[in-house]
């Protein structure tokens, strides 16, 4: 199952986005994290927390789930 996160610009860095999905809690923990595991966008591993996100991207976190960058009309 994707859950959808809504942001409100035009992309997102990833570091930012595993904050707002509340998947990490702080810059420290995602650098080390990002550094010892990745997470991959769409099917590809990622290891920089500066790679930017857009619309219709989807992360995917070993052990957490399925996430999918939604833009948020507002």
């Known amino acids: 199952m994707e859950e ?29 994290f990002l550094q010892e595991n990745g997470v991959y966008v769409n099917d590809e591993l990622e290891t920089r927390r500066g790679k930017k996100l857009y619309p219709g991207d989807t992360v995917y976190v070993e052990d957490v789930g399925t996430f999918v960058v939604a833009k948020n009309e507002e």
């Open 4 to 32: 959808k996160i809504a942001i409100t610009t035009d992309y997102i860095p990833l570091g930012q986005f595993l904050k707002l999905a509340n998947i990490l809690e702080s810059g420290g923990m995602i650098k080390v």
